[in-house]
């Protein structure tokens, strides 16, 4: 009797664990995985309504890698992502540390600091061209106070292959993601152990390797890993700030959609599945060499 | 009862939509055979009650025109206007498109009338999605010179020379121009050929750049260079033919001049000493290049651009147009097409009718400095005269010299491999020769 009864409580539940799940399940497998599908799909040759249909064709990917352009476009999306990724960490550690701590008008600053995560990405840019463009604020006033004699002689910081104007409005906008989401990790264990180890003689360098950086390293891993999916495949900055040609591949992808050739779109198609493929990749073995990592460390 | 008061109201609903998609097939051939007079097509408009006009929304002048002038003008006329502004009319094609495909024919899409030209109507027109030949028909299509037989009768009938069967009626012409800065630029300096052109970026590096292609202001300037370059001296003539009739090989030796010009200034052009020259991707940028003074010229369509710039306060005092490239100024018509599955065809004929009128071009003319696509000698001359009385002004040239130095467009089936071109051989600094960069380009079309 209280066999069965226990047996209903238990597929009860189970029936309740399913609807908790269906929600994102369908908008995962219908819209992200039948996109998915369907682009992949495109890029092999399968798009009836623009009247090609050769799947299972290779050729676009094979037209796309086989041409020096692709990789030298791989290489700096890369560059922007992984910079920017770098910088915003550095900066949003050390800011979540800072904000632990306390110091005059400290609540104050806890709200000016996540101002930039409130802001678009697309304003952003927007005060980058008129800051640091060559028709900008500070060309204006350089020429005014007469170091230069003509705003256009600035030295370029936006549109080159360096990307400043890219990595800059990456790492405005990021570090306070960072700092953020390190300072909710800091908060939760507290500084009891740091006290302990300092106490016991470990000098501020040991402490920060030792005993604080394993303890946030969770935070570190999932705020740079959002942010590097991001940035990969982020395509407004790039696009406005960014160099020409050659472009990032989400610009590049942009370029054979919008073109008034139809069939470029199965180009533009694979363009899309390796970024896809990229980051994915990047991002899985990421993740892979972090959890052998906790293994290791015992923890599960 | 009442459920069967509902269900029937819905399969009446439903048949009125399929009754309504028939109808306007009828309307459609029935107006194009002649059969349906003007008052009718009034009429059906204001059943209709709207229009959705796509165009490129980027100029606040011809924004402001639309609201101001268009929308009211139209209301009188029982239709309402709604101005859908897009960032680019392969938008407003691509919808028009994906929805045919789906089944949705005249009087169940989403697009009344696109503002188009080239290779956006040349690609409406292979995918057999414009309305129809309305364009003649109109009441006020007595402004434009339909007859074959006059030789200025061709930007009316053929687009970027794909002939148009009167599926799009013409709105503006315009004329590729180029503004300089005299405040900047001394007279004497200021470039009227090519060769002129580099001259003065050897003396002044880097003071010069042009829109990138595929954009199609920058095509327009890699079609000027490519005319002026002709090996046999015939400029835009052989540029006229499609590419079926001209063939690759011809094609590669009329443009390899042009674009082996273009590849020797890229290293003069604005950020080449760099090894990378900037390309600005559409006119907003190069305009916001030439007024922070970073390039000394720019050039764009738009005859009265620098009157309008100067009148508003946008463009420094000194600003002047000039004559550049001499005898190659190419000279084109936009248009305004109807898709094949207009949801509101009689109000879309209605809001062509008002845009060919003398008085909406008078006012767009003066608003936002569109020059009249109507044609002047099929005017009264009081009509004329009140266009002339509109015109915001020639800057620096005078209409005589626009027209001693005019060049026809390329031929659409062109611009593609042209274009194509470019990007190899410019942008992607190919190693391979101009005719095997156009046979891959040509074969890639088919």
Known sequence: ?300 | MRKTMLSLSVIGSLMTGVAFAQDADAFRDGFIAGDISWEEVQARAMEEGEVNLYYWGGSDQINIWMDRFAVPALAEEGVTLNPVRITGTKDAVDLVLAELGSGRGLGEGSVDAIWVNGENFATLMRQGAVMGAFADKLPNSVNFEWNPEDPRSLLNLRDFGVETNASEIPWSGQQYVCAVNTDRVASDDVPSTFAEMRAYLEANPGKFTYVKPPHFIGNTFVQAAVYAHNPDGTGAEPFQSSLDELGAEELARLIAPGMEYLREIEPLLLGGDSGNARYPEDPNALNGLFLNGEIDFSCQFGLYGVATGLRDGTYPEGAEQFIFPEGNMIKNKNYLVIPANAPNPAAAMVMANYMASVDSQATKLEIAGMPPGVDPWRLSDEDAARLDAASPGLVGVTQAELDANTAPDTNATLVDVIEATWLEYIERDSEESISSIVATAVANLN
Do not use: C
Not at chain 1, 123 to 146: D, H, K, Q, T, Y
């Open chain 1, 1 to 300: 009797m209280s066999k069965t009864k226990e047996l209903a409580r238990h597929k009860r539940d189970r029936t309740w664990m399913w609807i908790q799940l269906l929600p994102v399940m369908l908008v995962l497998t219908v819209l992200f995985g039948g996109a998915l599908v369907l682009g992949v799909a495109q890029s092999l040759g399968f798009a009836p309504w623009f009247g090609v249909n050769t799947f299972p064709d290779f050729s676009y990917f094979g037209a796309l890698w086989g041409d020096s352009f692709f990789w030298r476009s791989l290489g700096l999306t890369l560059y922007y992502a992984i910079a920017a990724t770098l910088i915003s960490l550095v900066m949003g550690v050390l800011l979540a540390l800072a904000l632990v701590r306390s110091f005059p008008s400290k609540s104050l600053y806890k709200y000016l600091y996540k101002l930039p995560l409130m802001i678009p990405y697309t304003v952003g840019i927007a005060l980058a061209v008129i800051m640091l463009g060559n028709g900008g604020m500070l060309s204006r006033l350089m020429a005014f106070a007469g170091f230069i004699d003509d705003p256009s002689q600035f030295p370029q910081i936006l549109k080159t292959h360096m990307g400043w104007g890219i990595i800059a409005v990456y790492v405005w906008k990021q570090t306070p993601f960072v700092a953020l989401t390190i300072y909710a990790v800091l908060l939760g264990v507290g500084r009891e152990t740091e006290e302990a180890a300092a106490i016991l003689g470990a000098n501020k360098r040991q402490v920060f390797f030792q005993v604080t950086l394993p303890q946030i390293l969770p935070g570190i891993i999932s705020s740079t890993l959002i942010i590097f999916a991001f940035n990969i495949g982020a395509f407004e900055a790039p696009f406005i700030l960014g160099g020409g040609f050659p472009d990032t591949l989400p610009v590049v992808a942009w370029r054979y959609f919008n073109d008034a050739d139809y069939t470029l779109q199965l180009q533009g198609m694979a363009t899309v599945v390796s970024i896809a493929l990229v980051a994915g990749v990047i991002l899985y073995s990421y993740l892979a060499f972090y959890r052998r990592y906790e293994r290791r460390i015992g923890r599960h």
